[in-house]
């Protein structure tokens, strides 16, 4: 099977909180205000410490997938979850990253995690159905692709939902979605998959206008 690879990266979102602060009673002297101030501020320096810290991590975990570093990639989003567990930003990118060196397990628990913390995150559908495909899951890849389009119906989603529905020998499907790559993103490929659902259904003429269409296009 052809391997899918896409590109999903997100804004860093940092997911933090604070604690729950005590109530002064009456009876506290100054000392203690005092005291209870010089703590308070303490947490805060190493609340925004972490979250500069993260943030670093997250963004050349970012800069390392686009440069296709991916082992670094990996690392770097790792550390940022680490400092924090509730990072979408490094979870998809681990995620994106994991796909990308063909490691489809670890990336179809990553990008869970993502739609545990963010349920309408289109990528990370689009993205778990990608490893799904790859590890020959296709049924649940095809139901990623179909929420990951109903979020986000762009040209990527459905040819990986298409190239799904070929794989399972469902043409009338696969060739329902080329049709709606080509109208939202004609390309060379996107004209030669199309003529091969067409052969597979035995319109050989579509088939012959499509394949001579992508080889204008690949000109």
Known sequence: MKKFLITVLTTCLLLTGCGDEKKSSPDENSTQTEEKTSVTENQRRDQKKIES?????????????????????????????????????????????????????????????????????????????????NTGDYNKAVADFDKAISLKP????????????????????????????????????????????HEALGDNAKAQADFAKADELAR
């Not at 670094?72 to 990072?87: H, K, Q, S, Y």
């Not at 060739?175 to 659902?197: H, M, N, W």
Request: with cysteine; net charge neutral.
């Open 53 to 133: 810290e993260t943030n670093f991590y997250a963004e050349r975990a970012r800069d390392n997938y686009e440069r296709k570093n991916y082992r670094e990639a990996v690392n770097d989003a790792t550390e940022a979850i680490r400092l924090d567990g509730a990072n979408v930003n490094a979870y998809t990118c681990r995620g994106t990253a994991y796909n990308a060196l063909g490691n489809y397990r670890d990336a179809v628990a990553d990008l869970s995690k993502v739609i545990e913390l963010d349920p309408n995150n289109a990528e990370a559908y689009g993205g778990r159905g990608v490893a799904l495909a």
């Open 154 to 197: 762009t040209a990527d989603n459905y040819e990986n939902r298409g190239l799904v529905h070929g794989n399972m020998g469902d043409f009338k499907k696969a060739l329902a979605d080329f049709d709606k790559v080509i109208s939202l993103k004609p390309t060379a490929e996107a004209y030669r998959r199309r003529a091969q659902c």
